[in-house]
């Protein structure tokens, strides 16, 4: 997962990547985004279910 740091970076050297590059960093930041939701999302359930 990217930094806020790396995050900026990408901003502001975008054009540097290429659109291949761009799409494999979206994609495993959106795989990344999905575990931390789906563990959230079960901790969140077993605190209900208490």
């Keep these: 997962m990217l930094s806020i740091e790396q995050c ?7 054009e540097k990547y290429s659109d291949g590059k761009i799409e494999k960093i979206r994609d495993s930041m ?4 999905e575990i931390i939701f789906e563990k959230w999302s079960k901790e969140k359930r077993s605190k209900i279910e208490k």
Excluded: F, P, T
């Excluded at 900026?8 to 975008?14: N, V």
């Excluded at 959106?30 to 985004?33: F, G, I, K, P, Q």
């Design 8 to 14: 900026r970076k990408l901003i502001e050297d975008g």
């Design 30 to 33: 959106r795989a990344s985004a």
